[in-house]
């Protein structure tokens, strides 16, 4: 790719600093331009720390710029839809954070949105792109382990005492689902190719955190009577296990999500009564996932994930998060290539 993409950066946010940015500045195909903020010296100390060219003060600045190719957004979840459908109508793409809403209808707004503009609109769910998920879907495919009978995964982390944490704002789309549950929700489905049928999610929702959920656990149904069980929390452990349970052998993989270091990307089958380590070369998923976006926009050729499957996976978000507060089985209706306007799921 003789040109890189320029991308600006809508916000400050930790995981653009620590994660995505660092992933573009290692990208061939990718550079980042701009970083902007309504802080105009954070935006001014964030370039600098971070080698970004130009910084602005507004999130306008940033989208009036005609240099700019692709927007990210890390933004508060409520904030996704607005800033999501105003960089479509400059003419951005957009990789926005997950979740991509605070909710499938917002989701279809935002992808129809980005269709009237002609771009193209991504969800960053990152681990998607690692190599190794390739790999295990290979293997299950080979009958390596077997009909697969199950999924278990999850997801959480300790932070229960940062008080201005955006995730612990239930207006602006905070809890636990949200954050680290909608990852062990998009891995099943990923690996099944499927939608689930209905959901049953059991939470602790915490008057100390607005009332979100600190932790959740749930049971997800897909047809032939395979299932994904998962937890998820803000207020536990730090894990971010999937395990892959078929009729003659188990899939492990430790750190699902996130892979720091070389050791982190490997895998494991139990299988003829041996456990054998799977290899994985080291890949910075962050910047594989800029690099399957940059070969759509450049060579026009659509998304690795589109944006349908990212309202999809925000379907079964909302029926998690009604089952909690209801605590009730919800069933979900078979999945539409995009959701009615009025479409809900049901208990």
Sequence with gaps: MSKKLRW?????ANIAKN???????????NEVAAIASRDGEKARQTAEELNIPTAY???????ADSSIDVIYIPLPNHLHKEWAIRAAEAGKHILC?????LNAHEAAEMAEAADKAGVLLSEAFMYRYHPRYQQIKELIASGAIGQIRGI???????????????????????????DVGCYPINVARLLLDKEPEAVTVNALFSPEHDDVDMMASGLIEFDDNVSLTFDCGMWAAFRNPLEILGTDGII???SAFVTPTAESSH???NANGERRQIEVPYVNSYTAQADSIARSITNGTPLEFPTSDAIRNMKVIDAC?????EHARVQLRKPLSRPLEDERPRL
């Design 267 to 269: 895998i494991y089958l």
């Design 252 to 254: 492990e993989v430790p």
């Design 57 to 63: 003060d507004s999130y306008e600045a940033l989208l």
């Design 19 to 29: 994660a995505v940015i660092p992933g573009l500045h290692l990208s061939d195909s």
């Design 97 to 101: 954070e997950k979740p991509l809403a």
């Design 8 to 12: 600006g950066i809508l916000g400050c």
């Design 152 to 178: 278990r995964s999850a997801f959480t982390f300790n932070n229960p005492n940062d008080s201005k944490n955006v995730r612990f704002r239930k207006a602006w789309g905070g809890g636990s689902i949200y």
């Design 321 to 325: 998060l009604l089952s909690a507060r």
